[in-house]
């Protein structure tokens, strides 16, 4: 069965440090990989997604940028944090190969920028 | 752009109410249609997705039929219980690898 893992839980950061979030894919090969982010009390809007390592694709990006180094993690950052980026942060996995399949999502991380 | 209306913010029912939670989409084709449902604190869950015209996607009691000719995906469900409280998205495939997203509903079953 797949697993989805996403690191930390929680943060409270200052406003302009810099921010790393990760996923991690277990059980999966060559996984579609997805960042969301989610205002409080509001709906997801889709950043970026990966097909393959190394290659990120930006949907929207909101000062953040994404890599993926290894086929079962992606990484989320930016060097300095600004208050528009509280909220709630998901990772998503879908399977390999073309078109639109469904996508699994993590736990997500909250992050409070302060 | 393709887009998802969710006309109801909150609905509230009580236990063994039916349930329909409106979703309408715009968008050229056919595209793939979704519902998820998201706990407090947790990822979305995925429900179930249709594909085709008249396709009935079904998971958990709860079943949506793709309409094409109304532009509809509506959810329902003949029986809530409390344990359905939770906040539901329609979704919708705009190409490959995105998702458009509708604002929720957030179902608030009274005990």
């Known amino acids: 069965a797949q697993t989805i893992h996403q690191w930390p839980v929680a943060e409270i950061k200052a406003v302009g440090s810099p921010l790393s979030l990760g996923c991690t894919i277990k059980?999966?090969?060559?996984?579609?990989l997805y960042w969301y982010w989610q205002a409080t009390g509001g709906t997801l809007q889709q950043l970026f997604y990966?097909?393959?390592?190394?290659?990120v694709e930006s949907v929207v990006q909101l000062n953040l940028s994404a890599s993926r180094p290894k086929d079962d993690q992606f990484i989320l950052s930016t060097e300095k944090l600004l208050l528009s980026h509280s909220g709630f942060y998901l990772c998503?996995?879908?399977?390999?190969?073309?078109?639109?399949?469904?996508?699994?999502f993590g736990p997500g991380t909250r992050l409070l920028v302060l | 752009g393709d887009s998802v209306t969710q006309t109801e913010g909150q609905v509230a029912l009580s236990e063994e109410d039916f349930l329909t939670i409106h979703c309408n989409y715009s968008?050229?084709?056919?595209?793939?249609l979704f519902w998820y449902v998201q706990y407090p604190g947790e990822g979305p869950q995925f429900l179930f997705r249709?594909?085709?015209d008249k396709e009935k996607g079904s998971s958990r009691g709860f079943e949506a039929t793709y309409n094409k000719e109304t532009t509809s995906f509506h959810l329902q469900k003949a029986s809530v219980q409390e344990s359905d409280s939770a906040v539901y998205y329609c979704?919708?495939?705009?190409?490959?690898?995105?998702?458009?997203w509708g604002s929720g509903t957030k179902l608030i079953i009274k005990p």
């Open positions: 998503a996995w879908s399977p390999p190969g073309g078109g639109l399949d469904t996508q699994y």
């Open positions: 059980g999966k090969s060559s996984p579609n």
């Open positions: 990966s097909i393959t390592v190394g290659q």
């Open positions: 968008a050229s084709g056919y595209p793939a």
């Open positions: 249709a594909s085709r």
């Open positions: 979704a919708l495939g705009d190409s490959n690898y995105q998702l458009i």
